[in-house]
């Protein structure tokens, strides 16, 4: 069996950086307390609490009051979209999102839908963009918020966020952006650009799981999905996850590092030889998504005549960790509703590929990927009855 | 997920490809939902199952059960092929995830249009196909539509 291993599946999820590991230790066993308690133990444990927040508001450009940490991204989509309808109650029913949102959001919109809300879905184009122009016709005397994701997770186009975020604030709309896959990847500064609120994760930028973060634009008023204690400014309560969101904020600072480095540089052009690699070496495959308004660690190709599922499976034995957009990696026997909204075919959809790059990704890594994929194509292509 | 025997059949599967002399073909399943089954089957004079191929545009699973039901059915009369359920299909595979068990059925009814098919064309007659394609109906045919010729039903 091979030995070698090579993890292209950074979307899904990062490994914990180890100065992020090290950065969280001691709030296990040491720094113990409770951020809420008045002694020392709690003192320190508030204060790594608020260090981590300003850490992540300086990688966005927020400030650190309008930093609410969470459970995590579908915890921060949550508590963004139903917290603004709650708050408006019955004045304003009508909310917006895109037809390629993550579940998070999407699911989220259709509950809201079933409980009386009016969603309007934009369409995307082949790329998977969402047009300002769509947006702004989408927007009524009653709309209350229009969510939009920053970047892609299936497909890695980078939506025009700024122009998008613009005509919302002309119309008087508030905006939301799921950012979970593009923060600490590319540069994002909320003082610059008109959002509202944006979603953050921890485990997508070398932090741990189970955290993440909710920007809130300073005046803008949410009802909490949890109530207890108070905890996050009355938005989030529940006594703080300390080691993880010290972890976040450690991760925050290591991406921001990163990117001030070039990072999204040197990851870019290891992605560009994989796409190009892949789409030069297997007959009838093709790049999904944008190419140039693109997160820079993000691949992802669609390969004709197979299915996804085994792909995946023959990668994963050759030690390669990828994922794919095919309804049977999902469980369901629809393939990703993401490809599907961008106008690909069901048998093309279920062809897809997912390859997302991280720090430890090399150059030796993709001529792996590159040495290793096409033959398993081939295999499975000899299995199909589809020739091409 | 899967256990070792299905990943033996995706990896080493057995029985790939077409068959020139093949006087039975079945092909059921859609690429909409993923699963496309072809079976080829050379069948004797006395009805055995002489040589038996596939090929399958699917997951794992689709391609392990594929290969498995193959290898059960070659050397069977084609009514003894006709018994074999994706029950044992999957079962000889040492089992599948629940959510895979569809990609079995769809083994079954590829093995069925397949001998269908050699039927037919040796009465001169045609016959639909069993599955009309789609992932969704599969359990509906199985109880109402799928064609079991009298002399193979089996009591079960």
Redesign the interface.
């Known amino acids: 069996m091979e030995t070698r291993k090579v993890y292209l599946d950074n979307s899904a999820t990062t490994a914990v950086a180890e100065e992020v590991l090290n950065a969280m230790l001691p709030y296990f066993r040491e720094s113990i307390g409770n951020p809420n308690s008045l002694h020392v133990w709690g003192r320190d444990a508030r204060r790594a609490v608020d260090e981590a927040r300003a850490s992540v508001a300086s990688l966005v450009g927020a400030l650190p009051g309008e930093i609410i940490f969470t459970g995590g991204g579908s915890v921060s989509d949550n508590l963004a979209i139903k917290g603004a309808v709650w708050r408006a109650g019955e004045a304003k029913k009508h909310i917006i999102t895109s037809a390629v949102e993550h579940h998070a959001v999407m699911d989220t919109f259709k509950w809201l839908a079933k409980k009386g809300c009016d969603v309007t879905f934009l369409p995307v184009d082949e790329y998977g963009l969402v047009s300002p122009e769509s947006l702004a016709s989408a927007i009524r005397s009653d709309t209350l918020l229009a969510s939009v994701m920053y970047a892609n997770n299936e497909v890695g186009t980078i939506n025009p966020i700024s122009q998008l975020g613009e005509i919302c604030r002309e119309r008087g709309v508030l905006f939301h952006t799921d950012a979970v896959q593009a923060v600490g990847h590319i540069p994002i500064d909320v003082s610059k650009i008109p959002v509202d609120m944006l979603t953050m994760s921890s485990h997508k930028m070398y932090g741990p799981k189970g955290v993440g973060a909710l920007y809130i634009r300073k005046g803008i008023k949410l009802t909490p999905l949890v109530h207890g204690g108070g905890q996050e400014f009355g938005l989030y309560s529940g006594t703080e996850n300390v080691p993880g969101i010290v972890g976040m904020g450690a991760g925050a600072r290591i991406t921001l590092k990163l990117l001030e480095d070039g990072e999204a540089g040197r990851v870019s052009s290891l992605r560009d030889l994989l796409l190009d690699g892949i789409t030069s070496r297997i007959p009838d495959s093709f790049v999904t998504g944008h190419r140039t308004e693109r997160l820079p660690y993000h691949a992802s190709v669609c390969v004709r ?3 996804g ?2 792909m995946l ?2 990668m994963d ?1 050759a030690g390669i960790g990828v994922s794919s957009g ?4 999902s ?1 369901s ?1 629809e ?1 990703s509703h993401v490809l599907l909204a961008m106008g690909l ?3 093309t959809a ?1 062809g897809s590929v997912r390859m997302t790059l991280g720090i430890d990704t090399t150059r030796d890594d993709i001529d792996y990927v590159l040495e290793k994929f096409p033959p398993i194509v081939e295999t499975l292509r ?5 020739k091409g | 997920m ?1 256990n070792d025997k299905v ?1 033996d059949y ?2 080493n ?1 057995r029985n ?2 077409s068959l020139d002399a093949a006087n039975g073909i079945g ?1 059921v399943g859609n ?8 079976i080829y089957l050379d069948v004797d004079e006395n009805e055995i199952i002489r040589d038996v191929k ?10 392990a059960t594929s290969s498995m039901a193959t290898e059960m059915v070659k050397g069977m009369t084609i009514d003894e092929a006709l018994r074999i359920t994706n029950k044992d299909v999957a079962s000889e595979l040492g089992g599948l995830p629940p ?2 068990l ?1 990609c079995s059925l769809l083994a079954e009814e590829a093995l069925r249009a397949a001998i269908l098919d050699y039927r037919s064309r040796r009465n001169g007659t045609r016959t639909a196909p069993v599955c009309a394609g789609c ?2 109906a599969c359990t509906e045919y199985e109880e109402e539509e799928r064609y079991i010729p009298e002399t193979s039903r089996v009591a079960d």
């Open positions: 005549h197979i299915e599922e085994g499976l023959r034995f095919s309804a049977c990696t469980g026997l393939p075919d069901h048998a279920h000899k299995m199909s009855p589809y | 899967y990943v995706f990896m599967p790939v490809g092909e690429p909409r939902c993923g699963d496309v089954m072809k596939f090929e399958t545009f699917g997951c794992a699973a689709a391609i959510q895979k569809h992932c969704n």
